[in-house]
């Protein structure tokens, strides 16, 4: 075992629910196994500022049914810059914090990669974004969450869609990843769904919906991935009014609506199993990447191979929606 006695957890980049149940698993791993537990405020912003102070089990009691994150997050240019990575050691060594446990996405781990190989200060990572958009695991902490509140909001949306016959195009987070728009289009019933893994013209949608229209559906949702572009969805609901008329078309953007609220069951087992593993990797000498869940197994994946090459959606899923949308 190793030789760690003090431990750091931060979380950085967009919330996601599931995070504080992931804060609460380390802490009180660090307390099961006789170690102080630091947390760090603001992510990579706290530890440059040394926002820094020492949790224990009560610190984070009643907190894993919370949304958001008790330690905040915030994305940090100072510390792309060796000047700023310099300050955050020092506020490390002034703590005597040994290891950290960075809780958080793609830009999380590049930060995490290169100071660590920098400072030689062991680091695991724990995929905390709702865009399951990270190599290594079935599931990142907050997607299921995020698909839930977006399959919930879409069902609303198809009531007051049925009772106008009205067109609605729903937008959803995901960056660059259509993985929630899939899975809560399934969920939901859409009628289609756009996403940039598989670009859809207008034309091949204008087909779609025509399709419905002639099987007299009283309604159509569009499920669209913001494809890094949010907001987007205005101009493409636009373009398709001028070219389809028959239905009143509407925008509803969820947008960071899917970050916040109550983790799912599925999303607190998840965070709390990884924030454990994440204490006993680093206690046995593990460093340098990222705990995920691959067919219900605890998986160790690089940071270079965890954030390079993203592309894990399941063709499956969309041959799945194409057929159900009929």
Do not use: W
């Amino acid at each position: 075992m190793s030789t760690i006695q003090n431990l750091g957890v931060f979380t950085s980049g967009g919330d996601a629910p599931g995070m504080n149940a992931a804060i609460r698993a380390v802490v009180r791993a660090c307390k099961y196994y006789e170690l102080k537990a630091y947390g760090i405020y603001r992510g990579y912003d706290g530890l440059i500022a040394g926002d820094i102070e020492e949790m224990g089990s009560r610190s984070v009691s009643n907190i894993i049914h919370r949304g958001g994150t008790i330690l905040k997050s915030a994305r940090s240019a100072e510390f792309r810059t060796p000047e700023g990575r310099k300050k955050a050691y020092e506020n490390l060594k002034k703590h005597g914090i040994q290891a950290l446990v960075a809780i958080g996405g793609d830009g999380t781990f590049t930060g995490a990669s290169v100071f660590s190989s920098e400072y030689d200060i062991p680091v695991i990572g724990l995929p905390g974004t709702i865009d399951n958009d990270l190599n290594g695991t079935d599931y990142t902490i907050g997607y299921d969450t995020a698909v839930n509140t977006a399959a919930a909001a879409i069902d609303k949306i198809r009531d007051t869609a049925s009772s106008h016959n009205r067109l609605f195009f729903i937008e959803v987070m995901g960056r660059y990843s259509g993985q929630i728009a899939v899975r809560a289009s399934i969920a939901a019933g859409a009628e289609a769904t756009m996403i940039p893994e598989e670009p859809m013209t207008i034309e091949q949608l204008i087909q779609l919906l025509e399709r419905g229209a002639s099987s007299k559906k009283s309604s159509s949702l569009v499920v669209v991935a913001e494809g890094g572009s949010p907001g987007h969805t205005i101009e493409l609901a636009k373009e398709v009014q001028e070219k389809f008329g028959y239905y009143d078309t509407k925008v509803t953007i969820l947008g960071h609506l899917l970050r916040g609220g109550s983790p799912t069951v599925s999303d607190r087992v998840l965070a709390s199993t990884l924030g454990v593993h994440a204490v006993e990797f680093l206690l046995k000498g593990k460093s340098g990447g990222m705990l995920g869940i691959v067919n219900n197994q605890v998986k160790f994946t690089p940071f270079e191979q965890a954030i390079r090459n993203v592309d894990n959606l399941d063709p499956e899923m969309m041959r799945i929606a194409g057929i159900l949308s009929v």
